[in-house]
């Protein structure tokens, strides 16, 4: 038995097929074949049942499953138990969104490397509900991103580490126009609605009972805030306090009755194999966001 063929086993069980585990993993579809075979071979039993068009786990599939995760969990700890009791000693992936990546986790990161230099953080960007799937998935230990709006996957938990609000932007001389006018009379630029962001958006939009006249929609945030910056629609976006700081010249109006605003919270699995490294970047953010905001 390996622990090559564990991880390949709970990816299938994440994945559900063998080439999809195969690419998270790195491996061949065939050679996925080959680790489940050593572990049939090894506890003689069936893990899967291949009859149907996606491979399903047998009665004894689900109790070696389970069992890995906590051998892998066990496993995937030792470099933590090894660090002595104030630094970190291992690797820690993480997604984050734009506003995190442009607002306070720069400095936090840079605060975790002082303190801990034998901790490698490793970070992806991404969108909000893409960030939750790959921790879902085990491709990453945790994500900052928006609070969860469903559905999400169920087998994750967060924690809150600060907030952004969201604005209405407009070109520079429409200053003297109020939101409703900015809305309803410019193009909108709207912010992908399969994002969380997005999807907050659209809500709020609807309770106004303000209709948009939409003409683009895009999944960046800085593109979009361009966009209003060139002069060609009106758009909503939520922006950190240090990105309020570094705007192009456009007009901005509080939007939402009150001012909606989003938590960006820490997502992890229910597991949290990696919690005392998530703890110091937690940490660090918090930490990093009060000085912005001070």
Partial sequence: MSLRALRTLVAIARHRTFARAGEAIGLTQSAVSLQVKSLEEEFNVRLFDRSRREPALTEAGRIVLAQAEQILALYDRIPDALSDECALVGRLRIGAIQTALSGPL??????????????????????????????????????????????HPAELVWSTLYEDRFWLLAPAQYAEHDARALLTELPFIRFDAQAWAGRMIASELRRLGVKVREEMVLDNKDTIVRMVASGLGAAVVALSDSELTQLPPVTRLPFGQPQLHRAVVLLEHQSRASQRFTQALADAVVASAMRISH
């Fill in 106 to 151: 720069p400095n936090a990161l840079l605060a975790l490397r002082t303190a801990h230099p034998g901790l490698r953080v490793h970070v992806a960007a991404g969108m909000s509900a893409e960030l939750a799937q790959r921790v879902a998935d085990g491709e990453l230990d945790a994500a900052i991103t928006s609070h969860p709006v469903r559905p």
